[in-house]
C-alpha cells in the first residue's frame, strides 16, 4: 500500500560495506551481523553492498565462479528476510542471481519489513572493461515493468545497481515511478 503523509517523513538509512574474503558463508555472516547491528541503531532501510558475499569475482573471465550463483528467493534471500521480519527493516540485498540455467544477472532483492519480498531489481547496464569483465558474468535486467519503485513501510524506493548511476534516465525514470528514495548498492 502506498505509504502517505501530510509531513514529511523521516527515514534512517544503513548502507553497509565491508571487506569481502573468498568464504561466502563468513560474508554472509558479517553482512547479517551488520545488519542486525544496524537496525538496533536505528536504521529504517538496510542496502548491503554489490555482490557482498564475494571478493569482486568480474576481474577475470573464470567458468568456475558461476558456482557462486543463486536463485531468488533462494539462502540469502532467506536469512535477508529473517531479518527483515525479527529487526521490522527494510532490506536490499545484492545478489549474484542464477535466473536459470544459463542466465544469471547481478541483482538486488528488495524485502520489506516484516520479511515479504517485494521484488527483484537486475542491473541493466552492465561494463565491460579491463578488470570489469560483467557481461561474461551478467545479462542485462528485463525488469517488470522496468524501473520501478516499491511501496515500503518506510517510504517509496527505487533500486538501481552501480553501473546504472552513469545513465540518468534510470534515475529520472524510477523518480518519475514515484520513488523518494534511489539507492545503489555498488562495489566501487
Not at 26 to 41: I, S
Not at 92 to 106: P, T, V
Not at 145 to 167: H, S
Request: net charge negative.
Amino acid at each position: 500500500s502506498p505509504v502517505t503523509s501530510s509531513s514529511p517523513q523521516r527515514t534512517t538509512l544503513a548502507l553497509l560495506q565491508q571487506k569481502a574474503s573468498n568464504a561466502p558463508k563468513d560474508n554472509l555472516q558479517g553482512t547479517l551481523d551488520a545488519a542486525r547491528q544496524a537496525a538496533k541503531e536505528g536504521a529504517q532501510i538496510i542496502c548491503t553492498q554489490e555482490l557482498f558475499a564475494t571478493e569482486y569475482f568480474c576481474q577475470s573471465e573464470d567458468h568456475a565462479n558461476f558456482e557462486l550463483a543463486e536463485p531468488i528467493p533462494g539462502p540469502t534471500t532467506e536469512a535477508f528476510q529473517e531479518i527483515a521480519r525479527e529487526q521490522n527493516v527494510v532490506v536490499i540485498a545484492s545478489i549474484f542471481e542464477q535466473r536459470a540455467a544459463g542466465l544469471s544477472h547481478n541483482s538486488a532483492a528488495i524485502i520489506d519489513a516484516g520479511g515479504e519480498l517485494l521484488g527483484v531489481y537486475r542491473k541493466m547496464h552492465i561494463p565491460d572493461d579491463p578488470s570489469y569483465y560483467e557481461k561474461f558474468y551478467f545479462t542485462p535486467g528485463d525488469n517488470d515493468p522496468g524501473f520501478c519503485a516499491w511501496n515500503t513501510k518506510y517510504g517509496r524506493i527505487g533500486v538501481l545497481i552501480c553501473w546504472d548511476q552513469w545513465y540518468p534516465e534510470a534515475a529520472r525514470l524510477t523518480a518519475l515511478a514515484g520513488a523518494d528514495i534511489l539507492l545503489y548498492p555498488s562495489a566501487i
